[in-house]
């Protein structure tokens, strides 16, 4: 599964505002996020460009890596 790591989150709120954001791109179908790791675990029933999770992410206030 294609993984993105993420700069900045810090509480649990961070981990569900990332999970509702990669959640809602069309060909993503489940997402696991590690607010520990900064890492967020992505599942696609289609392939979803990179730039597009990288640009979801930012849309929240998030850096990715």
Known sequence: ???I???GM???H???SVTEA???IDGIVSVAVNLETGEAI???SKPVAREAVAA???RI???TE
Request: hydrophobic residues 40%.
């Open 1 to 3: 599964m294609p993984s």
């Open 5 to 7: 790591r993420i700069k």
């Open 10 to 12: 810090r509480c649990r």
């Open 14 to 16: 961070c981990v569900g």
């Open 22 to 24: 990669l959640a809602a």
């Open 42 to 44: 992505y599942q696609e």
């Open 56 to 58: 979801a992410i930012a």
């Open 61 to 63: 206030g998030f850096e």
